[in-house]
């Protein structure tokens, strides 16, 4: 079984230029999991006939993040956002930049042997604004979903976590150290994934650093490789002997992110 996850920054925007439907289409993964899609499922021309689209668009504001995950089969059940009991819980509302449960941020599938979950997370802002949204509320509110999750069935997430978890998921750490992605408390949140047991797959099969999967459009930094790696495939530790490869997709243009791959 071969996943795909990618932030396309706009499905439409990858798709005019020619980029999208290529790549699908060499790659014939079984699951694509797709962030940033700025989109509406009935606004996007993307013709994959192969495919179920599932999809979850920001209600709260137009043509900004969303979810989607493309099957070639059908679920069991399709699952948007954080349930509302977890939200409430985690006391997830609107911090003055938008309420992250309205922004189409999540959506699951229930296959017959496991879950399979787009996410994006919120990005905690330059000046760091939403950092306390996202470590307080967020991180701990989505943890306790997969846990909810995976009571009955193991879990694959993947998507842009929007934080490099180590020095060797960026370029530059040493100048990023406290700047957005790289402060101690998004990276707390991957810490409690992988100690409540999910596995970062890139991980089993890849050390060091110079793997990145996002770039700024600054200073030609994509040529030079001056990156981050933010755009995780996570999976149950149930299912880590499963996995056969996992892998990003540097070469894959289209968008400022790159996709990232995982065979199970």
């Known amino acids: 079984m071969k996943l795909v996850s990618w932030n396309v920054n706009g499905i439409r925007a990858v798709h005019k230029k020619g980029l999208f439907v290529p790549f699908i289409e060499k790659y014939k993964p079984d699951f694509i999991l797709l962030q940033e899609t700025k989109a509406e499922q009935n606004q996007s021309e993307v013709d994959l006939p192969e495919y179920e689209e599932y999809w979850n668009s920001s209600t709260s504001r137009k043509g900004y993040s969303g979810t989607a995950i493309f099957t070639k089969k059908k679920p069991i059940a399709v699952l948007l956002g954080l349930p509302e009991d977890i939200a409430k819980k985690y006391k997830l509302q609107d911090d003055g930049c938008g309420d992250p449960n309205t922004e ?69 750490p040493k100048p990023n150290e406290g700047k957005k992605g790289f402060t101690k408390e998004e990276r707390e949140g991957i810490d409690n994934l992988i100690d409540a047991g999910f596995v970062d797959t890139f991980r089993l099969f890849t050390k060091g650093n110079g793997h990145y999967t996002w770039w700024s459009h600054f200073a030609n930094s994509r040529a030079r490789n001056v990156g981050w790696r933010i755009d995780y495939f996570f999976v149950s530790k149930s299912l880590k002997n499963k996995v056969k490869k996992a892998g990003i997709l540097p070469e894959v243009m289209g968008s400022d992110h790159c996709p990232v791959t995982l065979d199970l």
């Open 104 to 172: 189409g941020r999540i959506v699951a599938l229930e296959m017959p042997d496991f879950y399979v979950v787009s996410v994006y997370t919120p990005n905690a802002k330059d000046d760091l604004s939403r950092l306390a949204l996202r470590h307080k509320h967020w991180d701990p509110a989505f943890l306790a979903y997969m846990n909810r999750l995976e009571e009955s069935k193991p879990v694959i997430f993947a998507g842009d976590l929007n934080v490099a978890h180590t020095p060797d998921d960026l370029a530059n």
